[in-house]
């Protein structure tokens, strides 16, 4: 295993156990996401050029489109909910409330 691939495996890893364990909030819980995908990026990205197949040069731009989205969309919920709860923590939402 080269320290390229630890250094991928240990980003994934911390990524995941801060998702875990740090919801307080919900900015938190969505940069953890966003480390997470940018972690599948890039192995994405180093895999494409270790094999240096053509066809897989594309799934990297397709997983930073949808981490793009992702992000939009996230940052979206965070305003909705901080305008109609008063904060992000993610304790104060209740999802059976209308």
Request: hydrophobic share 50%; aromatic share 8%; proline share 1%.
């Amino acid at each position: 295993m080269t320290l390229l691939h630890l250094s991928f495996y240990s980003a994934f890893t911390i990524s995941s156990l801060g998702l875990a364990f740090h919801r307080t909030h919900l900015i938190s819980a969505l940069l953890c996401l966003e480390s997470i995908i940018l972690s599948i990026y890039i192995a994405l990205a180093i895999s494409s050029t270790q094999t240096q197949t053509s066809s897989l040069n594309i799934l990297p731009i397709l997983i930073l489109t949808f981490s793009a989205c992702e992000a939009g969309t996230g940052l979206a919920l965070l305003v909705a909910s901080t305008r109609t709860h008063g904060s992000d923590h993610l304790h104060n939402f209740n999802l059976l409330q209308c």
